[in-house]
């Protein structure tokens, strides 16, 4: 399988700075149609995951702009460009191009 | 508007088995990949089943030959049969969906497998 490493695993932020987490798979995720399967996802304290970014930079409708997916290959970043306190939570990258598709371990965000 | 939503949870015996259901609406279950995914508690994400448009299905190591995903077109209900269910298996499972139009979970349902 596929593994994920997600770095780090806590991150402590200060509302209205920016933010990153890194995401590094044990293969390539370029599949063979030419796409690459990499999404992040967002679980707030108490909610269900919800996906913010698809096949690496693509945010999905409803996804503030502060939020900014980015990478190739084996190495991809979520960043966030000015944290706010609704994006306090876990946060989770997935590869979707090798069967089975796994996640990352999560990187937990809080406000410091 | 796309929903999902999971039913079917609670507190099971070891050995014990339940089957656990997500009812959609807003798109049909047929038309797309739908898995299962669950979150054992204070833990992280992990894929436990698929069923693909065509009927395909795959299983997790940790769940294959126990679990069986089935989906009902005429419901538009997927489903997740769990059978020997051990300790380990105690988690929230989620079903979820996505394509290039959005990502979509449901709220989860809870499965606690304890004596």
């Known amino acids: 399988d596929v593994v994920m490493t997600q770095s780090p695993l806590s991150l402590p932020v200060t509302l209205g700075q920016p933010a990153s987490i890194s995401c590094r798979s044990s293969?390539?995720?370029?599949?063979?149609?030419?796409?690459?399967?990499l999404n992040w996802f967002q679980q707030r304290p108490g909610q269900s995951p919800r996906r913010l970014i698809y096949?690496?930079?693509n945010r999905d409708s409803g996804v503030p702009d502060r939020f900014s997916g980015s990478g190739s290959g084996t190495d991809f970043t979520l960043k966030i460009s000015r944290v706010e306190a609704e994006d306090i939570g876990v946060y989770y990258c997935m590869q979707g191009t090798h069967w089975p598709q796994t996640f990352g371990q999560g990187t937990k965000v809080e406000i410091k | 508007e796309v929903q999902l939503v999971e039913s079917g949870g609670g507190l099971i015996q070891p050995g014990g088995s339940l089957r656990l259901s997500c009812a959609a609406s807003?798109?049909?279950?047929?038309?797309?990949?739908m898995n299962w995914v669950r979150q054992a508690p204070g833990k992280g994400l992990e894929w436990v089943s698929v069923?693909?448009?065509?009927?395909?299905?795959y299983y997790a190591d940790s769940v294959k030959g126990r679990f069986t995903i089935s989906r009902d077109n005429s419901k538009n209900t997927l489903y997740l049969q769990l059978n020997s269910l051990r300790a380990e298996d105690t988690a929230m499972y989620y079903c979820?969906?996505?394509?290039?139009?959005?990502?979509?979970w449901g709220q989860g349902t809870l499965v606690t497998v304890s004596s």
């Open positions: 293969q390539s995720l370029v599949h063979s149609d030419g796409n690459t399967y």
């Open positions: 069923i693909y448009s065509g009927g395909s299905t």
């Open positions: 807003g798109f049909t279950v047929s038309s797309n990949y």
């Open positions: 096949k690496v930079s």
């Open positions: 979820a969906t996505g394509s290039d139009s959005g990502g979509y």
